[in-house]
Nanobody, 124 residues
Framework: VQLQASGGGMVQAGGSLRISCAAS????????MAWFRQAPGKERAIVVA??????????YYQDSVKGRFTVSRDNAKNTVYLQMNSLKPEDTAVYYC????????????????WGQGTQVTVSS
């Protein structure tokens, strides 16, 4: 499985961005998908995750993004999205999409497939 992230960029605080992650291969609908982020000098940390059964799936949101970020997936397009609203300078990081077979997990080492990362920069 190959993951290709896109949609990052630079935005002012309070603005919005949507990043996408397209997956190759089959069985995408069965994968738990997640977005991690890594800021300079910090460890990679999970932001959101969504399990494999679509809009009714369980999901996870890091506390700092609850109410601002929304994860969704379109299994017909093999794509997962992260809509980011009310962005803050502390959201600045490289965002990575990741996938795993099985249930939702929060640790980056639990994920088998990784995209190349997309930079999100929020200016104050």
């Amino acid at each position: 499985v190959q993951l290709q992230a896109s949609g990052g960029g630079m935005v002012q605080a309070g603005g919005s961005l949507r990043i996408s992650c397209a997956a190759s291969g089959s069985s995408f609908s069965s994968y738990t998908m997640a977005w991690f982020r890594q800021a300079p000098g910090k460890e990679r940390a999970i932001v959101v995750a969504i399990t494999g059964s679509g809009s009714d799936s369980p999901w996870y949101y890091q506390d700092s993004v609850k109410g601002r970020f929304t994860v969704s997936r379109d299994n017909a397009k093999n794509t997962v999205y992260l809509q980011m609203n009310s962005l803050k300078p502390e959201d600045t990081a490289v965002y990575y999409c990741a996938g795993r077979r099985g249930d939702l997990r929060r640790g980056w080492s639990e994920y088998e497939f990784w995209g190349q990362g997309t930079q999100v920069t929020v200016s104050s």
